[in-house]
């Protein structure tokens, strides 16, 4: 692996006016050796036109018929690409410019790791998280199942992923959760095998179209999001049954504080029925109530 080509998909849907700062940041990489591939799930703005006015040789632009499904456009960039690693940039996000440069140097410099990732910077800067609350070394199985701490833009795999492990899963079931579960197809095939760089080298960007964002305002979010992380035990749970097992009943504990919060949040429950709810132990009860009345009161104060 001297010089290898990196092959980045870039999966977009109507984001244009988000899009060119994303292939900027991979034009102006440090490291020179790779193939840009957009892959455009039926976008219905100017995003065919912006591209196309970069007349660059790097660029390869590719539009399918509107999926709503970022597996099956992840999966298009697979089969188009040609480097011996591939990318992944989300087109609201962007790159620091020597991203590439440091994460093939890490690749050479561990012959048994088959993705590397980074933590990230979060945009805007009002809900950065603390850089020491997010993931970094060597990511196992166990420790990867119980949440989700990989940046889909910062991910570069080698080719052997999708050689041995496959594409990302198109179960509809994972519309909003394909990266984590192939996070985790690869940690089954070969465990400890993903490794996450100290230094934040993406720029994460926080809006409201972004598809986690809109998926919550869904109203079948939190069923959702019970049904995706069931499909995603029952794919686990040969690899370790009981542990997969276990992660199961604090995930479902957790969606259901989440749709208590936003219930309270809403108005659509009050205090009162929070504390009558036996669903909930006395500590998240105060819990919940606390964390609604902060939020209320940052919102009252800090516009």
């Known amino acids: 692996m001297e010089n290898p080509l990196v092959s980045v998909i870039i999966p977009t849907f109507n984001r244009a006016y988000l899009l060119k700062k994303a292939i900027y940041s991979v034009l102006n990489q440090t490291y020179k050796n790779f193939e840009i591939i957009i892959v455009d799930d039926g976008s219905t703005d100017n995003t065919e036109e912006l591209i196309r006015g970069f007349e660059n040789e790097k660029i390869r632009y590719f539009k399918l018929e509107h999926t709503g499904l970022p597996a099956v456009v992840r999966n298009k960039g697979f089969e188009e690409c040609h480097g011996e ?156 049954r009981n542990y997969v097992n276990s992660i199961l009943r604090k995930w479902v504990k957790k969606i259901l504080l989440d749709h208590r919060k936003k219930l309270l949040h809403e108005g659509s429950l009050n205090f009162r029925k929070i504390l009558r709810d036996n669903l909930l132990t006395p500590y998240e009860k105060i819990k919940i109530i606390i964390v609604v009345l902060l939020k209320k009161i940052q919102m009252k104060f800090f516009k």
């Open 85 to 240: 690693l591939i990318a992944f940039l989300d087109s609201d996000d962007f790159w620091i410019p020597n991203k590439l440069e440091l994460q093939i140097r890490a690749f050479k410099n561990h012959e048994n790791i088959l993705l590397v990732a980074s933590r990230r910077i979060i945009l805007p800067d009002k809900i950065t998280y603390h850089l020491n609350y997010q993931k970094r070394g060597v990511v196992s199985f166990r420790e990867l199942i119980r949440r989700n701490v990989i940046p889909t833009s910062s991910v570069i795999i080698r080719r052997e992923v999708i050689e041995k492990v496959g594409k990302f899963d198109e179960d509809y079931r994972l519309r909003s959760g394909q990266d984590f579960s192939y996070w985790l197809d690869i940690l089954s095939y070969r465990d400890k095998s993903i490794l996450i760089l100290k230094a934040p080298l993406i720029i994460f960007r926080v809006h409201d179209k972004t598809l986690t964002f809109e998926r919550r305002q869904e109203s079948d979010f939190f069923k959702d999001s019970f049904y995706k992380r069931k499909y995603l035990i029952l794919k686990y749970e040969d690899v370790d």
